[in-house]
């Protein structure tokens, strides 16, 4: 994950230097978060994504816009996410709302990654049914193939890109002795960050 403008207070300095930590335990996937969203019949659904950034107050990831996810997201912009890292017993509760990025950030995000990273994003249409696994390999086999001789151009999808994250809540959970965990919160409050602490 990178991060860029981060505010330089808590919380958010203290999201990055949990990460930091994470990482320099060798946590692997340290940037892996499970996102939980709600559908239009109110049912939750959780699965995780990569965050590829932090910029400002935003926590970003990429997408298709077409996912069943996405449809969650259209219906209730309401989301939770949560990190576990288990290499520093330490775990980080987030909620917000979210919205898509911005094209151009899409783009730069898309047409900055090397040559073939792309393919996945442009051969599947993601959750959609598919008779088999097989099928869509040879479908991915293809469209690299095409992509490798010319014949098509490595193009962004038009309904893939970022999904952006506007927080107003973060817990942080540190395992402790005995089980009495540390736990540290902040809630946005006009517009202020409300530190605050919670039993375990």
């Not at 505010?7 to 335990?25: C, M, R, T």
């Not at 919205?99 to 047409?111: G, L, N, P, R, V």
């Amino acid at each position: 994950m990178l991060f860029k403008n981060l505010p330089q207070s808590a919380p958010f300095k203290l999201f990055e230097d949990y990460y930091q930590n994470a990482e320099n335990h060798n946590q692997p996937i340290a940037e892996a978060g499970c996102i939980s969203s709600v559908d239009k019949d109110g049912n939750p659904h959780s699965r995780h994504v990569n965050f590829k950034y932090f910029f400002e107050d935003h926590l970003i990831f990429f997408s298709s816009y077409s996912s069943d996810k996405a449809k969650d997201f259209e219906s209730n912009q309401n989301v939770a996410v949560n990190f576990w890292w288990a290499s520093i017993n330490v775990q980080v509760r987030l909620e917000g709302k979210i919205s898509k990025c911005s094209e151009k950030f899409s783009d730069e995000h898309f047409y900055g990654r090397e040559a073939g990273k792309n393919i996945a994003a442009i051969a599947s249409n993601q959750s959609q049914e598919i008779e088999s696994y097989e099928i869509l390999e040879a479908k991915y086999e293809k469209i690299k193939s095409e992509i490798e001789e010319g014949i098509i151009k490595e193009t962004r999808p038009e309904d893939w890109g970022g999904y952006q994250i506007s927080i107003d809540y973060f817990e942080f959970w540190e395992a402790n002795n005995d089980r009495l965990n540390y736990r540290e919160s902040y809630k946005l409050e006009n517009n202020e960050w409300r530190r605050f602490f919670l039993q375990s």
